[in-house]
């Protein structure tokens, strides 16, 4: 089992970034694709961003590309949430979660490990 701890969350004007960081113990995630979800407050959480083992490939919800880049380091067992241009819809909590494989993916069920999320706040 891998245990994720996101950090980086926070307060921010709109048209401000933020970074989100998830790091891994435990059983790495080394050969599995990792993605990024959110929820914000009385909605379903939503797929965000997903990247693959190599870093080769990835994938965006179209409400954020082009503003949020998904990156990660496997020496260090983190993955990465780069979120510029910020508005104030993409206030939620941010989690990361594993896939079951080395793959990218947008469904939620492709994924079977979570962390506890880290609070963004985009104040407008």
């Known amino acids: 089992q891998v245990q994720l701890v996101e950090s980086g969350g926070g307060l921010v004007q709109a048209g401000g970034s933020l970074r989100l960081s998830c790091a891994a113990s435990?059983?790495?995630?080394?050969?599995?694709?990792m993605g990024w979800f959110r929820q914000a407050p009385g909605k379903e959480r939503e797929f965000v961003a997903t990247i693959a083992w190599s870093g080769s490939s990835s994938d965006y919800a179209d409400s954020v590309k082009g503003r949020f880049t998904i990156s990660r380091d496997n020496a260090k067992n983190t993955v990465y949430l780069q979120m510029n241009s910020l508005k104030p819809e993409d206030t939620a909590v941010y989690y990361c979660a594993r896939a079951m494989g080395d793959y990218i993916a947008r469904r939620q069920v492709a994924y079977d490990s979570w962390g506890q999320g880290t609070q963004v706040t985009v104040s407008s």
């Open positions: 435990g059983r790495t995630f080394s050969r599995y694709g």
